[in-house]
């Protein structure tokens, strides 16, 4: 156990991000069995704005940054997030979900870093990370293509930058 002991703590950030990755992408098209509205409305607009550069009614322009209205509200930068990856792969649960993991994966690096600017301790920022990652909430919310899972790598990553300017 000695030789754990020699292993930077930086190093450890592989492994965690690579279980998060692992959990998040295991049965992506199959976990949850539904989809809401919300994502189906997302996904839509994303595939909406591919064929024809609008929303499903024709009436929204990318430029303008107003929130889509259907039925309800939708915010617009949630649906465009999934454009590159509708672009690369074909229709379906798991291309359209893949978006949502990367931004977890991505919130979990913001937090790591947030974490060892706050505290100057690697251990802290790998247990907090760590913590991240197997967190059901996390988990759900990695799987969920929903603009929550935006606005957490919105906050994280603004606070990153503004710690790191501070110092």
Known sequence: MRFLKRIPCSVWLVPIVCFAALLRLWNLSQQPLGISHDELDLILTAKSFILSGSDLTGSWQWWKLQPVVTETVMAELAGLFNVPALILFPLSLWSSRITA???????????????????????????????????????????????LRYQFFGIYSPLFVCCRSQK
């Not at 919130?107 to 251990?123: D, G, I, Q, R, V």
């Not at 802290?124 to 909430?137: C, D, E, M, R, T």
């Open 101 to 147: 993991v990367i931004f977890s994966l991505l919130t979990l690096l913001a937090l790591y870093h947030l974490a060892y600017l706050l505290f100057s301790n690697k251990k802290i920022a790998l247990a907090s990370a760590f913590i991240y990652a197997i967190n059901p909430w996390s988990l759900l919310l990695a799987e969920l293509l929903l603009k």
